[in-house]
């Protein structure tokens, strides 16, 4: 059984959009998962613009790889690091903490995560 940040079992994040690493609606990761998308974050446009100016646009729909683009509103597995980056600069988006994986732990402190729970 797959746990959550609050040794719970994981919850889905989001399957409209379908998100996760796995395209199954979880924040699961695995050794192939080098973003560790594991935080099942409320998106803004702040986070979304912040992740764009970092080199990674969400909300740009991408057919090619059956990606809709994303929307302030919608929830999605992003990158631990990405989130934790968007923190420390006061532009992080709420998260879901029951649907975000206990991996994220590793990256993230359990106070951060629960200062912006959804």
Known sequence: MEKNVL????ESCSCSPMTGWFRDGLCRTDFNDTGVHTVCCLLTDEFLEFSRS?????????PEF????????DKWCVCAGRWLEAYKVGMACKVDLSATHEETL????????????A
Request: charged fraction near 30%.
């Open 7 to 10: 040794g719970k079992e994981l």
């Open 106 to 117: 590793a990256i993230i402190p359990i106070e951060f995560l629960q200062e912006m729970k």
């Open 54 to 62: 970092r080199g990674n646009d969400l909300s740009t729909p991408r």
């Open 66 to 73: 059956d990606f809709p683009g994303l929307k302030s509103g």
